[in-house]
């Protein structure tokens, strides 16, 4: 009688463990800053949920928090990502939250591109330095 409660509490806890492993990215794809954000100095924390399906692609991103400035390229960028699984079913609908957070750096001299990072397991830090436009002199010709 003992082994057989031993026995279904270690599977009991093997099952447990397994139906509670967590997505991790496989493929991560880089975002650029919004341009439209950047000409707003708009910076600001996007956080999107991503329904995974068992082949570990997106099936459906949905927008929690943040401005749509940034929101919609988050949401476009959370599409293009793959997850993998330890131990995975064949249900669909896992999810797997993303944070994205938009920097702006400075005042940029030149055409700087954005700097992109991943902090894992679910953080896109996304920085760029801010557009200085000044007009151009008429020429004197």
């Not at 991790?24 to 956080?47: D, F, N, W």
């Not at 099936?59 to 990502?81: C, D, F, H, M």
């Not at 990072?117 to 200085?132: A, E, K, L, R, Y």
Request: with cysteine; net charge positive.
């Amino acid at each position: 009688m003992h082994r057989l409660a031993l026995s279904f509490i270690f599977f009991g806890a093997l099952a447990v463990s397994a139906a509670s492993a967590e997505w991790t990215p496989k493929t991560i794809h880089g975002i650029e800053y919004p341009r439209l954000a950047l000409l707003s100095r708009t910076e600001g924390t996007v956080e999107v949920e991503c329904v995974v399906r068992s082949d570990g692609t997106v099936a459906q991103v949905y927008i929690l928090s943040g401005t749509q400035l940034l929101a919609e390229p988050s949401q476009e960028n959370a599409r293009k990502w793959k997850f993998r699984k330890e131990g995975v079913t064949e249900n669909s609908g896992d999810r797997f939250v993303l944070r994205y957070v938009f920097r702006i750096d400075g005042v940029a001299s030149a055409r700087r591109p954005t700097a992109f990072s991943f902090d894992f397991p679910n953080v896109v830090v996304v920085s760029s330095p801010s557009i200085h436009w000044m007009p151009q002199k008429a020429s004197t010709r």
